[in-house]
């Protein structure tokens, strides 16, 4: 069964760096689109950014210039490197993936457990 796994979240100061981790693992035929998720306490879960297969990357605005998203595809990663981080940041955060099992016939959306990243003022 395919499983996404995310490492690298914690504590950090406004204005410090994380970077997190999420790696796909498991019986994976194919990867497609990859992202990271965050849901703050009270809020509803918001897309931070994506990447494509190919590279190509979205941000939301409220961390364009300040986040930066990459892969791995010959491990089947994706990382966020989070900088300039503000206790806005503050939330789990969840990796997203749209996979194709092996001996499946399409792909699907999975996620991540998530992790917690606190920003302390």
């Known amino acids: 069964q395919v499983q996404l796994v995310e490492s690298g979240g914690g504590l950090a100061q406004t204005g410090g760096s994380l970077r997190l981790s999420c790696a796909a693992s498991?019986?994976?035929?194919?990867?497609?689109?990859m992202g990271w998720y965050r849901q703050a306490p009270g809020k509803e879960r918001e897309s931070v950014a994506t990447?494509?297969?190919?590279?190509?990357?979205t941000y939301s605005d409220f961390v364009r210039g300040r986040f930066t998203i990459s892969r791995d595809n010959t491990k089947n990663m994706v990382y966020l490197q989070m900088s300039d981080v503000e206790p806005e940041d503050t939330a789990v955060y969840y990796c997203?993936?749209?996979?194709?099992?092996?001996?499946?016939?399409?792909?699907?959306?999975?996620w991540g457990q998530g992790t917690q990243v606190t920003v302390s003022s």
């Open positions: 997203n993936a749209d996979i194709r099992a092996s001996g499946a016939d399409i792909y699907r959306v999975y």
């Open positions: 498991r019986n994976i035929f194919g990867i497609h689109d």
């Open positions: 990447i494509s297969y190919g590279g190509i990357t």
